[in-house]
């Protein structure tokens, strides 16, 4: 289990807190709380979604598993750069299996997981509405359309070269594509 | 307040925001295609491109975001209406051009038609989209104004004489909203064409007095993006459509469903309703009247069973996605346990062009029993991808011949793929079904949400078969037996097939098992899930067969029964491009200078035939997966 | 009591009320429709295991029972060659996702889907539909039950019973689709959880999956 870094604890509580002050705490809120609190946190720790239980009245037992039906939860902090592969109709069409697997050769990991230096996380996304682009692959939620695997290897080398400084050690879960908080 | 201070109110609304937009069509305007699908293929680099060589320039001209301009095969795009032109629309933009377009018109008179796509305006010097086939065909209801209108601005809209059907429904009975739409005879547009009128009056006739009104834009369904771009690009023509079913079931509060997908389209969404509040269109007392109805954006969460109705309220009331079994309906226990009314994007989106236009209007477009436009996004093998509206009826011929412009250089047809994994895929025999609700249903296809995928040759129906069937494996909720355990099952066989494992039995027991979840499962997920399946194994047999009797892929697709093989007498020896494409070093030079491929160390990945220069075209991909030599031993 | 209503099931008139569910009018009567996730008391049933379909005259596709109130003069049909095979389908998917291995299991003897097998003739292996091969990790952290998943058939009992009977809260389901199970808060064996080990669930579970540890063969 995912051990939480000093101050991470207080972060979490003050994010849930904060949320939950700015929501009526009512059962059908509980799926907009989720979402600003991961939107803050980049991911939803159980420390707060215990806390969001108590906050809502609801089973602790229900948020967990809200959390873990919807595509959009992540139980982990996700790397510092998420990389999101289509596989859209069109896009699996085109050969975005094909990306999604090139990809995953180059980093190491497989789809839905984050690498063990929270570098990159890597998934799968449905379909972004991006068809006639096709294959589509979002990059720290830019859309970038016609993906070749020679585009792959362009995009591993820009994400490689943000890897200096001490990038990893300390930032993880605020870098990704969901960061609000300057 | 009495009718005429009502619209003399609307009157006074539509000629200030009529002078705010004149203000603004005095000097050049450039409209830049910026909804997601723009945005991926550069549209704000253009955007700052044109703004930059603007302000070099010293020109008086204004850079407008603008939603779908429904060319997207031509992004990013560009429309430039300079007063005294006709307003003309420019693809596939990069730098180079702008400079070229800012320079030469905006700056000069010349507006570089070579570069134009068409032309917006009737003119004596340029043709207009109208008169390309596709304009020929396509009959622009729900997409008038995409990409043409400044959804930033209420004003665009009203001045183009939006609300002016609310104002009109407000000077009558809530009735009156009720029978043009059942006059109309508008279906649903989330798929399965259930009237719409029919389900306001069950709502409007159910005691209570607190009802909800939702717009279903949960749009899930892999290769469609009408509702994306609707809402991204004319926001305010759902609203008001919901603002109009909310006056005639008698609802106070009303919900717009989008997908965690679409962050733009909730963005643009939620502009517009605190637009429409402060100019009193949405809020308490709307237009003056009596009549209260406020809107709120509610996000989904990323699970593909939400755009089922009963899925989506629960989602809505805070739990996990699952389907209700019905009745009751929701229009008598919907959200909260209260009567709701929950229609697709765009089935709202016509509600107001029926008001404003009458009943008559709609009904002269389409067919009888399917009145209307229909709308497709258009994508996969197809020349012209895009979104594209034409009248229900049209066939589907037409739409891809005509409409898309058939198939990229020769390629050649094979089948289309119609309501996305819950639809059907269509051999060239069915092209000249009529497209509308019942026909495409009798072909064993849905009109579904809209999603259009053309494949060719190159694509196997097994494969496609089976991409469906994964995804709705993978987006089924896990409630019931059916949908949870039988598309694994019927999943876990395509993949054998794929790999030519099984026999013709296996084929019957998928037919059995398909025949099973669509009978048997809880939802319409569940119910339609076998549809890719079903319709496959009844057009495309043969193929399937090949798979199993022979292990072959006839398209070439299958990755365990296929080889890649550089042919001796093609490779140039010279070139070094594959072996430098190939990610695991499968590919090396013979002693004879010749490039071959360790097939222990080969991914399938495809690197080096796409890299391979046109004029070898050396990599070809084999199937069965036999060497030309092995080949030979057999035969002999 | 309410109002009575007569209705037709497989040829024979039975009585029974308005507001009732045909499941419920024809189990009371003794007439057998197999099922495993109807709770009479749920007014909103989750008619999620797919086995109580029955024939209603009139209607074109069959219904599942549970869902589906009685109306005077209905005509239902429990058995006929389509109705049979969806719910043999139905059973043989929900065995290829259970542990089979009835000998070691408690409840052998005392399971719902050995009621459904005798009462309809099925047999208790699979040869068309292959099993589904994953593992499950034993959950015997109670002092005197343990939960199998490996035996679980989602029937959602255990939460009926956990929720509303015993007011607890400490399991759910989570996850979506094939990963779909009966959980605690964040996975935690039941010991750890909130979970009162009241054992209500233990006692309404169909199948093998919440026993006892004393019926534990050995």
């Not at chain 2, 700052?48 to 795009?77: M, N, Q, S």
Request: with cysteine.
């Amino acid at each position: 289990m995912l051990q939480l870094k000093e101050g991470e604890k207080e972060e979490i509580l003050a994010c849930v807190k904060e949320v939950l002050g700015e929501n009526s705490k009512t059962h059908e809120n509980l799926i907009p709380v989720l979402q600003q609190v991961q939107k803050k946190l980049g991911y939803l720790p159980v420390l707060a979604m215990e806390k969001i239980a108590e906050g809502l009245d609801v089973p602790a037992a229900d948020v967990f598993g809200l959390a873990t039906f919807y595509n959009q939860f992540r139980l982990n902090p996700p790397g510092k750069h998420e990389v999101k592969v289509c596989l859209g109709t069109a896009c699996y069409m085109t050969g975005g299996d094909i990306t999604l697997e090139s990809f995953e050769r180059r980093m190491e990991i497989k789809e839905s997981e984050t690498s063990p230096d929270r570098h990159y996380s890597l998934e799968r996304v449905a379909c972004v509405g991006c068809c006639s682009l096709a294959p589509v692959v979002v990059v720290d939620d830019q859309v970038e359309g016609k993906v070749t695997p020679t585009r792959v290897d362009g995009i591993m080398l820009e994400l490689e070269a943000d890897r200096d400084g001490p990038a990893g050690e300390e930032s993880g879960p605020k870098e990704g594509g969901n960061s609000e908080q300057d | 307040m009495n009718k005429t201070d009502l619209l003399k109110r609307y009157e006074d609304m539509k000629e200030e925001a009529r002078q705010s937009i004149q203000a603004r069509q005095e000097k050049s305007l450039v409209l830049i295609g910026t909804a997601t699908c723009g945005l991926a293929a550069g549209a704000m680099q253009v955007k700052e491109d044109f703004i930059r060589e603007i302000e070099t320039k010293g020109l008086e001209a204004e850079v407008i975001e603008v939603g779908c301009i429904g060319h997207c095969y031509a992004e990013p795009l560009a429309i430039i209406a300079k007063p005294g032109y006709p307003a003309v629309c420019y693809g596939n933009l990069d730098e180079g051009l702008v400079h070229r377009l800012v320079e030469d018109f905006l700056a000069g008179d010349d507006p570089s038609y070579e570069y134009a796509m068409a032309a917006l305006d009737r003119n004596d010097e340029f043709p207009t989209f109208e008169d390309f086939p596709r304009g020929v065909y396509e009959e622009k209801m729900i997409l008038e104004h995409c990409g043409l209108t400044d959804f930033k601005k209420i004003e665009s809209y009203i001045a183009n004489g939006g609300y002016e059907a609310l104002a009109k429904a407000l000077s009558e009975d809530p009735g009156f909203v009720l029978e043009e739409v059942k006059e109309a005879n508008l279906r649903g547009r989330g798929g399965a064409g259930f009237p719409a009128g029919k389900k306001w009056e069950a709502c409007l006739n159910n005691g209570e007095n607190e009802k909800y009104v939702i717009c279903n834009g949960d749009e899930g369904d892999p290769g469609a993006f009408m509702d994306r771009s609707v809402l991204e690009s004319d926001p305010h023509l759902v609203i008001e459509g919901m603002i109009l079913c909310a006056y005639a079931v008698g609802s106070h509060q009303g919900y717009l469903y989008i997908r965690a997908e679409y962050p733009r389209a909730v963005e643009h969404v939620r502009e517009a309703i605190k637009q429409a509040r402060e100019k009193g269109l949405l809020g308490s007392s709307i237009l003056g009247t009596d009549f209260s109805f406020d809107l709120e954006v509610f996000q989904g969460s990323g699970a593909f069973i939400c755009g089922e109705a009963t899925a989506l309220v629960n989602s809505m009331e805070g739990k996990m996605g699952m389907p209700e079994s019905r009745p009751p309906r929701l229009v008598e226990q919907g959200f909260r346990g209260k009567p709701t009314v929950l229609n697709n994007v765009k089935t709202f989106a016509y509600v107001p062009l029926i008001i404003s236009r009458g009943a008559d209007w709609f009904k002269s477009t389409g067919t009888s029993e399917s009145p209307g436009t229909a709308v497709f996004s258009l994508v996969g093998k197809i020349n012209n991808t895009g979104l594209v509206e034409v009248p229900m009826g049209t066939t589907l011929r037409q739409l891809i011949e005509e409409v898309g412009d058939g198939l990229p250089n020769g390629r050649e047809f094979k089948a289309v793929q119609i309501g996305g994994p819950s639809g059907g895929c269509l051999p060239e025999s069915s092209l000249d079904v009529p497209i509308d609700f019942d026909s495409l249903h009798e072909a064993g296809a849905i009109m579904g949400s809209g999603g259009l995928v053309v494949m060719d040759q190159d694509d196997c129906m097994v494969s496609v078969a089976r991409y469906f069937l994964e995804f709705t494996q993978h987006e089924s909720c896990g409630k019931c037996t059916f949908c949870r355990l039988g598309t694994k099952h019927m999943l876990d066989i395509l993949t054998d097939i794929t790999r030519g494992e099984g026999d013709l039995e296996t084929l019957e027991l998928l037919k059995e098992l398909s025949e099973d979840v669509r009978d048997g499962s809880l939802c319409n997920l569940g119910r339609t899930a076998p549809n890719p399946v079903l319709t496959t194994l009844r057009y495309f047999y043969d193929e399937y067969r090949a798979h199993v009797e022979e292990g072959r892929c006839p398209a070439l697709v299958c990755r365990d029964l296929i080889l890649y093989y550089i042919k001796p007498p093609k490779c140039s020896k010279l070139c070094n491009v594959c072996v430098g494409s190939c990610p695991t070093e499968a590919i090396y030079t013979r002693e004879d200078g010749l490039k071959a491929i360790d097939q222990d160390k080969c991914v399938k990945c495809d690197n080096c035939r796409k890299a391979c220069p046109d004029e070898y075209d050396a990599v070809i991909k084999l199937s069965p997966p036999e060497l030309p030599a092995e080949k030979e031993r057999k035969a002999k | 009591m309410s109002e009575e209503i007569t209705i037709t099931i497989d040829d024979g008139e039975i009585k029974t009320h308005h507001g009732e569910k045909i499941l419920w009018a024809a189990l009371e009567n003794d007439i057998y429709i197999p099922h495993l996730c109807a709770i009479k008391k749920e007014t909103r049933p989750n008619a999620s295991c797919r086995l109580c379909f029955v024939e209603i005259e009139g209607h074109e596709r069959p219904v599942t029972s549970c869902t589906r109130e009685v109306e005077e003069g209905m005509v239902v049909k429990t058995r006929s060659p389509r109705l049979d095979r969806l719910v043999k389908t139905g059973f043989e998917l929900l065995l290829s996702d259970h542990n089979l291995n009835c000998r070691e299991c408690p409840a052998n003897r005392n399971c719902a889907l050995q009621v459904i097998a005798k009462k309809r003739g099925f047999k208790l292996k699979r040869d068309r539909i292959k099993p589904i091969e994953r593992e499950f990790e034993l959950d015997d952290s109670p002092a005197e039950f343990a939960f199998d998943r490996s035996r679980c058939v989602l029937c959602g009992q255990c939460i009926w019973a956990d929720r509303v009977e015993a007011e607890v809260g400490a399991i759910g389901f989570s996850n979506r689709g094939l990963k779909r199970v009966v959980t605690t808060f964040n996975d935690l064996p039941l010991a750890d959880s909130i979970c009162t080990e009241c054992k209500l669930c233990v006692d309404v579970c169909p199948v093998g999956a919440l026993y006892y540890k004393k019926d534990q063969k050995a």
